[in-house]
């Protein structure tokens, strides 16, 4: 099956976690970013032409970057497409490891939650991390 990945943001981020991705990845995925509000192009419209481009067939991963923004509101109406998985608060662990992940299984809703689990284990506070040296650490 094939997969699509769709990332979705206000602004910028959308393009420079897909250019990013893309880097680290070797162009492993099909990633398309989505810039809400950098035209006068209302997002309704941006992610209704964007989903009708898209075969029914094809398996499509929606990332966005906030629950409650009104770019994840538009993909929202999209959830009950077969083969669709949207999920809110993407980050670089996130999207690599969809990007990473083998096309020859669709995901399921347990790997999605898995997949989240882990990116959301990827976010700490550094300066509450304590680091053990040793002698071999000079």
């Given at each position: 099956m094939k997969r699509k990945i769709i990332l979705a943001s206000h602004h910028q981020f959308a393009s420079g976690l897909a250019d990013t991705v893309n880097f680290i990845s070797n162009n492993a995925a099909d990633i398309v970013a989505l810039t809400a509000y950098m035209d006068n192009q209302p997002v309704e419209q941006q992610v209704?032409?964007?989903?009708?481009?898209?075969?029914?067939?094809?398996?499509?991963?929606?990332?966005?970057?906030?629950?409650?923004?009104?770019?994840?509101?538009?993909?929202?109406?999209?959830?009950m497409r077969p083969h669709t998985q949207i999920i809110s608060g993407m980050n670089l662990p996130l999207a690599l490891a969809i990007a990473l992940e083998p096309t020859d299984h669709e995901l399921?809703?347990?790997l999605v939650c898995d997949l989240i689990t882990q990116a959301q284990e990827s976010i700490v506070s550094v300066n509450q991390m304590s680091i053990e040296m040793d002698d071999d650490d000079e």
């Open positions: 209704k032409s964007l989903m009708a481009s898209i075969p029914a067939e094809v398996e499509i991963v929606i990332l966005t970057d906030m629950l409650a923004g009104s770019v994840n509101q538009q993909f929202f109406n999209y959830r399921t809703d347990q």
